[in-house]
Every structure is written in structure tokens, then in C-alpha cells.
Nanobody
């Protein structure tokens, strides 16, 4: 199993940038596709973006495309979510997640694909 811990959340102004980091332990992250999700109050968790094991494939939600970038460092067992041009509508709790895929190029975009989750980190964007 893999354990995930997010960090880097906080309060920023609209237009600012923030980097969220996800640290994995227990098993090497190289075995897992990594995803980022977010949850608004009273809403279901939604897909933000994901990166394949090999880092050759990425997928993003339309709402963040062009503003958010996912990267990973398998040697250091970390996956980052770079968030630029933040908007108040991005205010949410952000979660990283891991899913084992045999295919190193596979990208998971749905909640049900991910078995392992971090505890979440709050991002608040003020207007």
C-alpha cells in the first residue's frame, strides 16, 4: 500500500500561484498513476488532473486547463500540482490520489479508479 500526504495549501489572492505537493510513502510512487481532485463544500469530489506513471501522459479538467500543471518525481516519491492564475472559484479542499496501473501510460480521470487518498489540503482564493 501507499500512503499519501498533501502539503502547500493556504490562503492566496486571486491571480496568485500556489504549488501543492503530494508525498508518497510505503511503496514507490513509480507503480502508481497519480491524480488530483478537489471538493467544494457540499459537493462531490471532482477531477482536477492526473499524470501517468511514466509522466508521458497528462489529463486536466477543462476548468483548470492552461492554468494548472501536474508533475511527478518518482525518484523522490512526490507529485506536484502547480496552480497559476488562481480564481476564487478554485477555493476547495485538494486531494492527491494514487492508482496502480500495469500500463505506465494510463491516466485515471474518475474517482472510482483511485484506491489511495491523502487527507486533503485547503486552498482558499480571495477576490
Amino acid at each position: 500500500q501507499v500512503q499519501l500526504v498533501e502539503s502547500g495549501g493556504g490562503l492566496v489572492q486571486a491571480g496568485a500561484s500556489l504549488i501543492l505537493s503530494c508525498a508518497a510513502s510505503g511503496r514507490t510512487m513509480a507503480w502508481y498513476g497519480m491524480g488530483w481532485f478537489r471538493q467544494f463544500p457540499g459537493k462531490e469530489r471532482e477531477f482536477v488532473g492526473a499524470i501517468s506513471r511514466s509522466a508521458t501522459e497528462r489529463s486536466y479538467a477543462d476548468s483548470v486547463k492552461g492554468r494548472f500543471t501536474i508533475s511527478r518525481d518518482n525518484a523522490n516519491n512526490t507529485a506536484d500540482l502547480q496552480m497559476n492564475s488562481l480564481e476564487p472559484e478554485d477555493t476547495a479542499v485538494y486531494y492527491c490520489a494514487a492508482s496502480f496501473y500495469a500500463d505506465p501510460a494510463r491516466v485515471g480521470t474518475t474517482l472510482s479508479e483511485y484506491r489511495f487518498w491523502g487527507q486533503g489540503t485547503q486552498v482558499t482564493v480571495s477576490s
